[in-house]
């Protein structure tokens, strides 16, 4: 089954501890991506990959760093994480065609609470 | 800098009604634009997908258009059920490789 999973699905941790959320797809896709969806600010781009060892920053990647040693895997690290980097988090991934036909399929969430 | 906005921002109507839901995007300079529903606590689900050449797209009950040119789309949803509450959120990607969404559009069909 095609498919994007993230890992863990609940966390809860404590300020300055840490931490990787893993996301991995199956559909061999060249593009993935990290959101955050914080009540009121909709959904929020972190960071993107376009390939293996080609990623860039989104809107919003203050506090985050990523990774893309394998095709399949994305990994968010938060190295030390915040309060306000409490949030619901997605991964998604699509093919990257530069015509724009490129559909997007997101993983189920991490829902984070750092106290 | 490109923005998303979707208006209304919540929308409760009768089962069996057909209803427009609202896109707009300031920068017309897109590669596609994208409709995808999210059930509450959930993940998102596409429902279409529109490259910036085509003008709409269907899929059994949704219809979605686009015109670039006046920076909108309507996502159209016919005879509308219980089923179909969920929040209706709009994405466009356009230069950079960047996606920006909008804030969503709340449903609700009254039984």
């Known amino acids: 089954e095609a498919q994007v999973t993230q890992n863990p699905r609940y966390l809860i941790t404590v300020t300055g501890k840490k931490l990787t959320v893993t996301c991995s797809q199956n559909m061999n896709h060249e593009y993935m991506s990290w959101y955050r969806q914080d009540p009121g600010l909709g959904l929020r781009q972190i960071y993107y990959?376009?390939?293996?060892?080609?990623?860039d920053k989104g809107d919003v990647p203050e506090g985050y760093k990523v990774s893309r040693k394998e095709k399949r895997n994305f990994p968010l690290i938060l190295e030390s994480p915040s309060p306000n980097q409490t949030s619901l988090y997605f991964c998604?991934?699509?093919?990257?065609?530069?015509?724009?036909?490129?559909?997007?399929?997101f993983g189920p969430g991490t829902r984070l609470t750092v106290t | 800098k490109q923005e998303v906005t979707q208006i209304p921002a919540a929308l409760s109507v009768p089962e069996g009604e057909n209803l427009v839901l609202n896109c707009s995007f300031t920068d017309s300079a897109i590669y596609n634009l994208q409709w995808f529903r999210q059930d509450p606590g959930k993940g998102l689900t596409s429902l279409l997908l529109?490259?910036?050449?085509?003008r709409e797209q269907t899929s059994g009950r949704l219809n979605a258009s686009l015109d670039k040119s006046s920076g909108r789309s309507t996502l159209y949803i016919a005879a509308s059920q219980p089923g179909d509450s969920a929040t209706y959120l709009c994405?466009?990607?356009?230069?950079?490789?960047?996606?920006?969404f909008g804030a969503g559009t709340r449903l609700f069909v009254k039984a």
């Open positions: 529109i490259q910036s050449s085509q």
């Open positions: 998604a991934s699509s093919l990257y065609q530069l015509a724009g036909g490129r559909e997007q399929y």
């Open positions: 990959s376009m390939n293996v060892e080609v990623t």
């Open positions: 994405a466009v990607w356009s230069g950079g490789f960047k996606t920006i």
